[in-house]
């Protein structure tokens, strides 16, 4: 089919909630896409933080056939090999000491929101107040988009759950005021991506982290977006020095196949016993070897540390840029998630720049975000710098 005959079964049968898109991708390799007329992309977006590997990485792809051609799906009434071997690769590599797995980062933080109450309540000192930031964002699902401080997306969807509070993002005083003794959690993007692609200041978290155990609240990260390389390091919270209690991941993790995962404590896991929480999806065997087949790559040899080189190149690459165009008021991020805020709406400055050939997208009204596979190279950045430019001289 060609754009425009899939652009027209998609207006007659898919309810639209996306609205209008200008490209359908057909095909992708590496760092680059095609569209269904056959014109080739270099994607700078890698479907929202998710490729982080390129798209169709071999080694993901051979675990997926491998496994589709094994055992796709059992359900949790059975021990799952996959599941069990990426949860200790997860262990390994992070504070986490046990996982729940589901199939998107909504999920993922539902599971966590559950979680976070259910320890309170399993204590016998229920405090199921959480506090989130304004600006967040952490998925649809109802309590998520309760948990998203942000109200056009509450919009409609009255009454929201119960107990979910909102404070400034990047400021501590102001989270302390809105602990109460109510409060069992505090849930943070450890850097907003949706809102903005915010970075907290130098200190915020070590703060955060102290503030949460002077009041025995929970920490919960929600890494969906920054989680596996995104930010040059395998997590983002590894560069403030700290570790959260709970953690949530999605987008990455079995670069493009679906899956979340909730890591937390020893003690924190306690919350939850058998039939707390399940999703029958959850941890299956496809998604599962996908997720450990990435993480293995991601863990080679000094793979993380070149994403976060290729973060240092791309921002040193867009400090002149940004000096350069009266329409840039500023140029945020870590490692390869970047915001380049402007005066104008991003819409139009995405659309340009796709028709230039390069993928990118908003991040909110007036943020242009990039958000590269790892795999990209300084030639590719040098490519869409120079794009950039352009299309920026053209506002
Ligand atoms: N949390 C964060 C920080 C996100 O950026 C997103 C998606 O953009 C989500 C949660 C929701 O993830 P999903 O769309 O997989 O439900």
């Not at 991708?25 to 270099?42: I, M, N, S």
């Not at 169709?56 to 059975?78: D, F, M, R, W």
């Not at 403030?240 to 953690?247: A, F, L, R, T």
């Not at 990039?370 to 506002?395: A, C, N, R, Y």
């Amino acid at each position: 089919m060609n754009t425009n005959e899939i652009k027209s079964l998609n207006d007659k049968h898919i309810i639209n909630t996306y609205g209008e898109r200008k490209i359908a991708l057909v095909r992708g390799e590496g760092t680059h896409v095609w569209d269904a007329d056959g014109r080739e992309y270099l994607d700078f977006f890698a479907g929202i933080a998710v490729v982080n590997l390129g798209h169709c990485h071999p080694v993901v792809t051979e675990a997926i056939c491998g496994q589709a051609k094994k055992l796709v799906h059992v359900s949790n009434l059975y021990y799952i090999e996959p599941q069990v071997k990426l949860a200790q690769i997860l262990s390994e590599n992070s504070f986490a000491d046990r996982w729940f797995f589901c199939n998107s980062g909504a999920e993922a933080n539902e599971a966590a929101i559950k979680l976070v109450r259910r320890y309170w309540a399993e204590k016998g000192t229920p405090k199921p107040g959480i506090i989130t930031a304004q600006e967040s964002f952490h998925g649809r699902t109802i309590a998520a988009i309760t948990a998203t401080g942000q109200p056009k997306y509450h919009k409609g969807f009255e009454p929201l759950v119960p107990g979910i509070d909102y404070a400034p993002y990047d400021d501590v005083d102001a989270l302390e005021k809105a602990i109460t003794p109510e409060t069992g959690a505090v849930l943070l993007e450890p850097l907003q991506g949706e809102g903005g692609v915010r970075v907290p200041s130098d200190g915020y978290f070590e703060k955060v982290r102290a503030l949460c155990d002077e009041k025995n609240v929970l920490l919960v990260l929600d890494e969906v977006q920054t989680g596996l390389g995104r930010t040059g390091k395998l997590f983002c919270y590894e560069h403030y020095g700290i570790e959260p209690d709970v953690m949530t991941l999605a987008k990455g993790l079995a670069n493009g196949v679906p899956i979340g995962a909730l890591g937390c404590t020893e003690e924190v896991a306690s919350g939850f016993g058998p039939g707390s929480h399940a999703a029958t999806f959850g941890g299956n065997p496809l998604s599962t070897a996908a997720a450990a087949a990435t993480l293995g790559v991601l863990l080679e040899g000094d793979f993380l540390q070149q994403a976060a080189n290729k973060g240092e190149y791309l921002f040193s690459k867009l400090g002149p840029i940004a000096a350069k165009h009266d329409c840039v008021e500023a140029l945020r991020g870590k490692g390869l998630m970047v915001g380049i805020q402007l005066t104008a709406p991003a819409g139009p400055v995405v659309e340009k720049m796709i028709e230039s050939g390069v993928i990118c997208g908003p991040a909110g009204p007036n943020v242009l975000r990039f958000l590269p596979s790892l795999i990209i190279t300084e030639e590719e950045i040098d490519q869409v710098v120079s794009k950039l430019d352009v299309v920026l001289g053209g506002l």
